[in-house]
């Protein structure tokens, strides 16, 4: 409902005459407006019928007032850890220190403060998601950080570590396994008890498994 729309109807039901009053010394203010016709309402409802019209408008306020704070607020962004990017905001190939500097300008300091290792599970929206990271061994939350979110080879990951790229790839595998299959338990347990819960995204998993980024990309086009 488009602000102050409201005030239209309450003119028709002649519940703020002030309103109209072109003699009045002082002009009266929309939200006043708004104001005076919501407390008579509720002053004059007397059946059920009339009292579910006052928390009719009640609700179509809230949903107004709500609506206004979203637009302000400052939460996760469209630029979830699997995809890098958005392609509407970024280049395709836009590395992760570009998606958070585009966060920061817009104010949006929430994956800046959890940019490392320790915090990985901070950087994903799926709370099932995020106690599986949260979870997992030390070196596994290093390895996974700096391979997948940071897009190091692991070639480059091996040479910083001292360890050869056979084992880096050993265990980027294994911590993959085991993030798919204990996922999967997770969401098939919210399937068995609150399956409304589910994602379309989630619910495509537990049917084909994980979707690559082509895959994603391919449904955008």
Not at 2 to 11: G, M, N, S, V
Not at 63 to 72: L, S, T, V
Not at 82 to 95: F, K, R, T, V
């Amino acid at each position: 409902m488009p602000k102050y729309e409201e005030l239209k109807a309450f003119r028709k039901q002649n519940l703020i005459p002030e309103y109209n009053d072109s003699s009045s010394e002082k002009t009266m203010l929309h939200r006043e407006a708004r104001a005076l016709a919501i407390s008579r309402l509720e002053e004059t409802a007397r059946t059920e019928e009339e009292f579910a019209n006052v928390i009719s408008w009640w609700d179509k306020l809230d949903d107004n007032r709500e609506r206004r704070e979203r637009y302000h607020e400052i939460g996760r962004s469209e630029v979830p850890l699997e995809w890098h990017a958005s392609d509407y905001i970024l280049p395709g190939n836009a590395n992760y220190d570009m998606v958070l500097w585009q966060q920061i300008l817009a104010g949006d300091f929430i994956d800046y403060i959890f940019d490392e290792p320790d915090y990985i599970h901070e950087l994903v929206r799926s709370q099932d998601l995020c106690l599986i990271l949260k979870n997992m061994k030390e070196h596994q939350k290093q390895l996974l950080y700096y391979v997948i979110v940071r897009s190091y080879s692991t070639l480059q990951y091996a040479e910083l570590n001292g360890k050869t790229d056979r084992n880096v790839h050993g265990v980027r595998e294994t911590a993959i396994k085991q993030i798919i299959k204990k996922y999967k338990t997770a969401i098939e347990t919210r399937l068995l008890h609150l399956p409304w819960t589910l994602t379309l995204d989630e619910k495509y998993f537990l049917e084909n498994g994980a979707r690559t980024k082509d895959e994603k990309n391919s449904e955008k086009q």
